[in-house]
T-cell receptor, first 118, second 114 residues
Framework: GAVVSQHPSWVICKSGTSVKIECRSLDFQATTMFWYRQFPKQSLMLMATSNEGSKATYEQGVEKDKFLINHASLTLSTLTVTSAHPEDSSFYICSARKLGGQNTGELFFGEGSRLTVL | AQSVTQLDSHVSVSEGTPVLLRCNYS??????LFWYVQHPNKGLQLLLKYTSAATLVKGINGFEAEFKKSETSFHLTKPSAHMSDAAEYFCVVRLKTSYDKVIFGPGTSLSVIP
């Protein structure tokens, strides 16, 4: 299969702290990973595209200093929410595309990470 | 510009009856289209995809979708709904930009009544 694992699945933190979410492709290499944010009963909003070994490309309106993305290897991308505030509380989902999977466009999704900022 | 429209935010069907979830897209070229399902507090699972091969695409769990270029539609159907089909469904179009993004539709919540 093509499994993408996110960790942690649930996290609660105090306002002002930073939280790191990991996205791993367990059985394939992923040159590109995508980070999404999903509000309750809404669709997924693309935050940024993460390419291995290079800087992430952020969507308009997404603060790159607030949401730090690192894609240090072909199997791991991390999203760090810096100085989190209650309005950052959301469901964050990552997806990964298999190396060589550009033509199919198929993405494999993690289980998501629920962030609650108190 | 490319976009995806899901006409129904919520659909409710009785168990054993057909399911129809509608999706229309806007694209200046032949797109790649996908349907994903999301159960509560879970990630997304691919149901099926259209990538310019057969216009009638069969997916998992008895779902299928038909690509109709003239109508710019990619509606998802299933002959007989099961309780386990209750979930959120997203129609997705793939963009051919420099980093190959996908755009999600707003989603349709499917309820199945016993």
């Amino acid at each position: 299969g093509a499994v993408v694992s996110q960790h942690p699945s649930w996290v609660i933190c105090k306002s002002g702290t930073s939280v790191k979410i990991e996205c791993r492709s367990l059985d394939f290499q992923a040159t590109t990973m995508f980070w999404y944010r999903q509000f309750p009963k809404q669709s997924l909003m693309l935050m940024a595209t993460s390419n291995e070994g290079s800087k992430a490309t952020y969507e308009q309106g997404v603060e790159k200093d607030k949401f730090l993305i690192n894609h240090a290897s072909l199997t791991l991308s991390t999203l760090t929410v810096t100085s989190a505030h209650p309005e950052d509380s959301s469901f964050y989902i990552c997806s990964a595309r298999k190396l060589g999977g550009q033509n199919t466009g198929e993405l494999f999704f993690g289980e998501g990470s629920r962030l609650t900022v108190l | 510009a490319q976009s995806v429209t899901q006409l129904d935010s919520h659909v409710s069907v009785s168990e054993g009856t057909p399911v129809l979830l509608r999706c229309n897209y806007s694209s200046s070229y032949s797109p790649s289209l996908f349907w994903y399902v999301q159960h509560p507090n879970k990630g997304l699972q691919l149901l099926l995809k259209y990538t310019s091969a057969a216009t009638l695409v069969k997916g998992i769990n008895g779902f299928e979708a038909e690509f109709k270029k003239s109508e710019t539609s990619f509606h998802l159907t299933k002959p007989s709904a099961h309780m386990s089909d209750a979930a959120e469904y997203f129609c997705v179009v793939r963009l051919k930009t420099s980093y190959d993004k996908v755009i999600f539709g707003p989603g349709t919540s499917l309820s199945v009544i016993p």
